[in-house]
Nanobody, 119 residues
């Protein structure tokens, strides 16, 4: 089992920045990819970004150039640096971990952290 705990959400004005963190614990030695998703009420959970054990990254078009994902293997942590935030970036942000490939296969979810961007 793997546990994921997110932090760093909050309220920010449009154009501002936030940094989300996710700490993984448990049986993490086989985890390949970690990533971030966003859920807005009435919509499906949306893939945002992932980083693989190789260090390669992928981003959704909606956040490319504004969000940066990074991984600290020594601290079992993944971060999502979010810049130039827009009101449509508001939602609950979830950390995800996969033994396989993101966004195709999610094996574990965090509990989520709320991000609200005011106009």
């Amino acid at each position: 089992q793997v546990q994921l705990v997110e932090s760093g959400g909050g309220l920010v004005q449009a154009g501002g920045s936030l940094r989300l963190s996710c700490v993984a614990s448990g049986s993490i030695f086989s985890i390949n990819a970690m990533g971030w998703y966003r859920h807005v009420p009435g919509k499906q959970r949306e893939f945002l970004a992932c980083v693989r054990s190789s260090g390669s990254t992928s981003y959704a078009d909606s956040v490319k150039g504004r969000f940066t994902i990074s991984r600290n293997n020594a601290k079992n942590t993944v971060h999502l640096e979010m810049n130039s935030l827009k009101p449509e970036d508001s939602g609950v942000y979830y950390c995800a971990a996969s033994y396989s490939v993101l966004p195709n296969v999610v094996d574990y979810w965090g509990q989520g952290t709320q991000v609200t961007v005011s106009s």
